[in-house]
Structure formats: structure tokens, C-alpha cells
């Protein structure tokens, strides 16, 4: 994961790492994931949450799964299997502990 937070520095979106064709649903799932965090999650550094690393997405009609780092200064969270149904914007984080590193 370290490793990802280094590629970040280069010029390369790190949560941009998809297939062309899946490009504008997976955007668009991680602004709502980021969105929705943001909304229960107040940053410790003032600084706005992004997305730091992709993990993994897949798509299913129009829910999107995606598991990614979530950052705000030098805090950080990871979220996994998270599903947006880009359709009607339902976000839904699984049942998680809270891990921050």
C-alpha cells in the first residue's frame, strides 16, 4: 500500500487505473464513496478526503464496487467493497471496523 502512496507523487491518478470503457462509472463511484465519507467522517487535518488509491472495482449494471484508500493529509482510511448504484446514487459501505494506519 506504502508503494501506492508513493506512485501518487508522480503524475499518474492513482484511482484512474481502469479500462477506458469503465472510466465514467468508476469516477463517478468513487466521488459518491468520497462524498458519503466525507459527510460521516471529519477530517482531522481540514483537508479535503480523496481518493489515494484504487484497489479494486468491478461493475454490474449500474452498481459499482470498489474497494480504495481514502486520505485527508496524513490521515487515511481504507474502504472495501464498498457498492454505488451509480442509477439511483445509493452508496452502501459493508459493516467495517474502523482502521485507520
Do not use: R, Y
Request: some cysteine; aromatic content about 6%; charged content about 20%.
Amino acid at each position: 500500500f506504502f508503494f501506492a502512496l508513493i506512485q501518487t507523487m508522480g503524475n499518474e491518478d492513482p484511482c484512474a487505473a481502469v479500462p477506458a470503457e469503465q472510466k465514467a462509472d468508476v469516477q463517478k463511484a468513487i466521488d459518491m464513496v468520497l462524498a458519503e465519507h466525507s459527510k460521516k467522517n471529519k477530517s482531522p487535518s481540514g483537508e479535503a478526503w480523496h481518493c489515494s488509491a484504487l484497489m479494486s472495482h468491478s461493475i454490474e449494471g449500474s452498481v459499482v464496487t470498489v474497494g480504495m484508500a481514502i486520505c485527508s493529509g496524513m490521515e487515511c482510511s481504507m474502504v472495501n467493497g464498498v457498492s454505488v448504484d451509480i442509477a439511483s446514487g445509493q452508496v452502501k459501505f459493508p459493516a467495517q471496523k474502523k482502521g485507520f494506519f
